[in-house]
């Protein structure tokens, strides 16, 4: 069957680009080819591009696998996007991208990008654990594996990290201006977490460098909100149908979709508020709620889901006791949040609650289990350590931990950049103390919550409870 292409006949029902893509030129460097960026930031750009036009075409890298560039290659920069409302399914072909590349590959491309005078934003999708950050002392983790290769070899970089510091190194030694790092992963207060890095790694090569990064660039938190489920067969077959050509990067999302930015950058960014992205002076705030009601609620159900057998998050919220859970979760973290300009906490979590029950969305709970001691800390933990300072009930943050550890010991198993030590805590748990080897893991839990008795206790209490056979 054909494949999407720029000659493609689309059905009048498919959304398109709307503006010139031949006008646009490199302006951003996207890292981080993955659903998630092409269901958000390239929809936002294309919006944004649609409604206000400027060069704003995204240089699209992924970091090491090159299969979704030679897609694109061969789809001349465009993919699809499915989405999923209840009652109907909209496809929407976007085209923002003007180049890409497998930063494995095509190291040397990637860099004259990043050192080109016309792309001044980069925008980052790499995920928590891509970021080099130490758990404990929130900077740069020099044992990270592309850390420590890219501090080896700093002129041919292959993390992130290395990247953006190689990449503001050319543009300094040419006289450029630098560019804009806007992070647009789940991180809190992403955009200081990143600076931070970005200088810890220039500081270990050069201090002037360093210096003037910090001068120069700007590196704005973002708080990105869309859930993009990893795409199956079926979705690619609902493309094919909407489309009427074959789209390997086809995936499906929910109608949903936020972003709000922090407004500092330094030479010139795309209309994204033409686009419906939203420009704040403080980020943090939503970040805060989002991170907490959103991705710790979902990092709940996740473990339900994996405890109960239950596949997807739409079939957790079809369990009345389990959605009780959840309820008891959100209203456990409201205490823990700051105001939220223009936004009503009761009408945000109802809609969360809606959007999980989505029965479009296929989002498997293995998916959001991964990777959890990259995402506990600032879904989990922060809260817990917030409302124990204030006397509130941490409970709700214990449960959590008991189902994760619950759920490594029954499936012996972890999809975890730490996975070694997780196996290693649960072989060796103690059947008294049975939360001790996982609150003992090097720097995971913030030295408040490993001293808090009657934190300890409540996982425990959950845990013997749980399983008194299996402990
Ligand atoms: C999820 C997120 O996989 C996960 O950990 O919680 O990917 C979530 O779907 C997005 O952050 C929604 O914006």
């Known amino acids: ?115 080109d005078p016309g792309v001044r934003v980069v925008t980052l999708t790499v995920s928590e654990k891509a970021y080099g950050l130490h758990p404990a002392t929130g900077g740069l983790d020099t044992t990270h594996p592309a850390v420590a290769a890219d501090l080896a070899n700093p002129h041919a970089p292959t993390g992130v990290l290395g990247f953006l510091v190689e990449g503001l190194a050319l543009r300094r030694a040419r006289g450029i201006a630098p560019y ?51 795409a199956t067969e079926e979705t690619r077959s609902i493309a094919k149908r909407l489309l009427g050509v074959e789209d390997s990067l086809a995936l499906e999302t929910e109608p949903f979709l936020q972003w709000v930015i922090e407004d500092d950058f330094v030479c010139g960014r795309p209309a994204w508020e033409a686009g419906g992205a939203i420009f704040a002076a403080q980020v943090e705030p939503y970040e805060k709620m989002k991170l907490r009601l959103l991705n710790g609620s979902h990092t709940l159900i996740a473990h339900l889901g994996l405890l109960h057998g239950l596949e997807c998050v739409r079939d957790v919220m079809a369990v009345p006791e389990l959605v ?22 009761d009408e945000y979590q109802a809609q969360l609650l809606a ?72 072989r060796n748990l103690d059947t008294a103390d049975p939360s001790a080897s996982f609150l003992a893991i090097g720097g995971l839990f913030p030295p408040e919550l490993v001293a808090a008795r009657g934190w300890r206790d409540a996982i425990n209490a959950e845990l013997q409870a749980a399983a008194p056979g299996a402990l």
């Open 1 to 115: 069957m054909e494949r999407l292409s720029a000659s493609t006949d689309l059905p009048p029902s498919v959304a398109r680009p709307a503006y010139d893509r031949a006008a646009l030129r490199p302006g951003i460097v996207h890292i981080g080819l993955g659903a998630f960026h092409r269901a958000h930031q390239a929809v936002y750009t294309q919006r944004a591009l649609s409604a206000s036009f400027g060069p704003w075409g995204i240089v699209a890298v992924n970091l090491r696998s090159s299969e979704p560039v030679e897609a694109l290659q061969s789809q001349d920069g465009l993919h699809s996007i499915v989405v999923r409302a209840p009652e109907k399914d909209i496809a929407e072909v976007i085209g923002a991208a003007v180049d890409w590349l497998c930063a494995a590959r095509d190291c040397e491309k990637v860099l004259a990008y990043l050192a």
């Open 180 to 230: 804009t790092v806007l992070c647009c992963d789940n991180l809190p207060s992403n955009g200081r977490i990143l600076r931070r890095l970005v200088l810890e790694m220039a500081e270990r090569r050069d201090q002037g460098l360093t210096d003037w990064i910090a001068a120069n660039c700007t590196f704005p938190c973002s708080m990105v909100d869309r859930i993009v489920p990893a």
């Open 324 to 345: 009780r859970q959840v309820h008891r979760h959100m209203e456990a973290v409201v205490p823990t949040l700051d105001p939220v300009p223009g936004v009503d906490l």
């Open 355 to 426: 959007r999980f029950a989505n029965k479009a969305i296929a989002h498997r709970n293995v998916q959001i289990a991964m990777d959890c001691t990259q995402k506990l800390p600032q879904r989990i933990f922060a809260p817990a350590v917030e409302a124990l300072r204030s006397d509130s009930d941490a409970a709700a943050f214990a449960h959590v931990v008991a189902l994760w550890i619950t759920a490594v010991r029954k499936r012996m198993e972890a999809d975890d950049p730490r996975r070694d030590e997780i196996l290693e805590a649960a």
